[in-house]
């Protein structure tokens, strides 16, 4: 019945068989729990569960309803994701991509509680050791973070929360939640009136254990950090010279992620400090990159630089002009120029 028949006749279908599934007795060696020998013959349990696996993608790929096809798919694998053989056949299908589109910050009731169960199967996952590699490649951790920011459920907060607990020891999730953030997100979170003690007891953890991921980053890891977040601060390592020699050609990644980011917060910030540290660090760039110079033009730096050098901050304007200089006359002189 779940492929036959009108929307009605395979939505009940799905969700009688997710019932029965979910409330039976747990058998071993044939013997139910009432102790009396199974008789039954026909399709195993597993067969039942991955015939719905396959109707739920189905589902989750082309609903055969526009507007409830999607959630009664949501709704029962949150129920089926405890089964082990769901997990499996869902990783096996490449099931989990079809999540992630789902993780988004959302407004409605009917919204809330298709993220709320969409997440929750994100984190059923996140105890699947193959279903997290799936996580680890695709746009699931950056979405749960804007979720996190956003949600004003509690129930949302604390599912998420709680897969950030199990991934973040898990490869690079440590270091990513970093860079996206997160350990200033907690403290935002453990600020507000949460009622729920096992959301306090997850966000207590998660910081003890970003804050251990954040000891073991290198240098350039921490710069890196402190750049993407915009809190830029007179930290040892930007006046370091050993910091610059070393790690200059990190600020390659990414076509230079870490050098943009650095002149967008020239543009954007309002913060002193934080424009002074761009300007000299963008200066450090150029006179420690053998192609500084020739970069820093191309990313049209040298126009945002000069409108600070005209900053109502002293620090800023002897930054900008430090970096106008280094700018104008390249590495050959770069060297006289002092701070």
């Known amino acids: 019945m779940?492929?036959?028949?009108?929307?009605?006749?395979?939505?009940?279908?799905?969700?009688?068989?997710?019932?029965?599934?979910?409330?039976?007795?747990?058998?071993?060696?044939?013997?139910?729990?009432n102790g009396e020998a199974s008789k039954i013959r026909g399709p195993t349990i597993n067969d039942v569960l991955k015939e719905l696996v396959d109707w739920l993608c189905t589902q989750l790929k082309k609903p055969f309803h526009?507007?409830?096809?999607i959630p009664t798919a949501i709704n029962c694998l949150?129920?089926?994701?405890?089964?082990?053989?769901?997990?499996?056949?869902?990783v096996r299908v490449d099931g989990v991509k079809l999540l992630i589109p789902l993780i988004?910050?959302?407004?409605?009731?009917?919204?809330?509680?298709?993220?709320?169960?969409?997440?929750?199967?994100?984190?059923?996952?996140?105890?699947?050791?193959?279903?997290?590699?799936?996580?680890?490649?695709?746009?699931?951790?950056?979405?749960?973070?804007?979720?996190?920011?956003?949600?004003?459920?509690?129930?949302?907060?604390?599912?998420?929360?709680?897969?950030?607990?199990?991934?973040?020891?898990?490869?690079?999730?440590?270091?990513?939640?970093v860079d996206l953030g997160l350990p200033q997100i907690v403290q935002s979170l453990k600020a507000q009136a949460w009622s729920d003690e096992d959301l306090l007891e997850a966000l207590n953890r998660l910081e003890?254990?970003?804050?251990?991921?954040?000891?073991?980053?290198?240098?350039?890891?921490?710069?890196?950090?402190?750049?993407?977040l915009g809190h830029l601060d007179w930290s040892p390592m930007h006046k370091d010279p050993l910091f610059w020699r070393d790690n200059i050609s990190c600020f390659e990644e990414n076509n230079f992620q870490v050098l943009r980011v650095l002149i967008t917060i020239m543009d954007s910030s309002n913060d002193p400090r934080a424009l002074a540290?761009?300007?000299?660090?963008?200066?450090?760039?150029?006179?420690?990159?053998?192609?500084?110079?020739?970069?820093?033009?191309?990313?049209?730096?040298?126009?945002?630089v000069m409108k600070l050098m005209t900053h109502d901050s002293?620090?800023?304007?002897?930054?900008?002009?430090?970096?106008?200089?280094?700018?104008?006359?390249?590495a050959k002189y770069a060297s006289f120029l002092q701070a």
């Not at 799905?14 to 139910?32: E, F, M, W």
């Not at 526009?66 to 096809?69: E, R, T, V």
Request: proline share 3%; aromatic share 10%.
């Open 2 to 33: 779940l492929w036959k028949g009108n929307w009605f006749i395979q939505e009940k279908s799905c969700k009688i068989l997710a019932l029965i599934v979910s409330a039976r007795p747990r058998t071993q060696d044939g013997v139910v729990a």
């Open 66 to 69: 526009p507007s409830y096809g």
């Open 78 to 90: 949150a129920a089926l994701l405890k089964e082990s053989v769901v997990k499996s056949s869902f």
């Open 104 to 177: 988004t910050p959302a407004s409605t009731q009917q919204s809330n509680q298709l993220l709320y169960e969409t997440c929750l199967c994100v984190w059923l996952l996140s105890y699947y050791e193959p279903a997290i590699e799936y996580l680890a490649t695709s746009r699931a951790l950056p979405r749960l973070v804007d979720v996190v920011k956003s949600s004003t459920k509690e129930k949302v907060v604390r599912v998420v929360v709680l897969t950030f607990r199990n991934l973040f020891s898990k490869g690079t999730f440590g270091a990513q939640m």
């Open 208 to 228: 003890d254990g970003l804050k251990d991921n954040i000891k073991k980053l290198s240098s350039f890891d921490k710069y890196k950090q402190e750049v993407l």
């Open 277 to 304: 540290v761009a300007c000299y660090d963008l200066s450090q760039f150029i006179q420690h990159h053998p192609a500084g110079r020739v970069i820093v033009n191309d990313l049209k730096a040298k126009e945002r």
């Open 314 to 330: 002293a620090e800023v304007t002897k930054n900008a002009l430090l970096c106008i200089q280094r700018l104008f006359l390249g």
